[in-house]
């Protein structure tokens, strides 16, 4: 309760603000709610971070595979050599495609060697005379 001119009467007779027990026990407890020290709010609150860092995780690990995977060659199987080309240009066809003749050139330098299975090798004889 105040006055006319804003004080309370403990103010005005001892000169100072007068706090009562029952407003301190008030402000405590408004103090505990502002931070929440709710018990069945704050295991709600925690649980929903926790599956919010979960997805996060997954998400992560998801964007991980993804990049690795983007950076995994894209060729299944050897290619033949159609023709080469000077300056390391090389000409290639897949004998698996649909279109056998279809042809693309890349750079010589970012070919591998296919080191695996049957590579079909030409040669050539000659037989030379007896030159007596």
Known sequence: MK????????QMV??????????????ALWVLKFLNFDPGGTVE???RQI????EMRLHAYDSSKNYKEKLK?????PFIIKSALPHGVIE?????????????????????H???GHVERLSTIMKLL???
């Open 92 to 112: 290639l066809i897949d004998p698996a495609a649909e279109d056998p003749q279809r042809s693309w050139v890349v750079n010589g330098h970012r070919l591998k």
């Open 45 to 47: 609150k925690r649980r």
């Open 3 to 10: 006055t006319v001119i804003g004080l309370s009467p403990f």
């Open 130 to 132: 007896d030159a007596t």
């Open 114 to 116: 296919y080191l695996g």
């Open 14 to 27: 001892y000169g100072k603000a007068c706090h009562l027990p029952v407003e301190m026990e008030h402000r």
């Open 73 to 77: 060659s894209k060729w299944s199987s």
């Open 51 to 54: 599956i919010e860092l979960e």
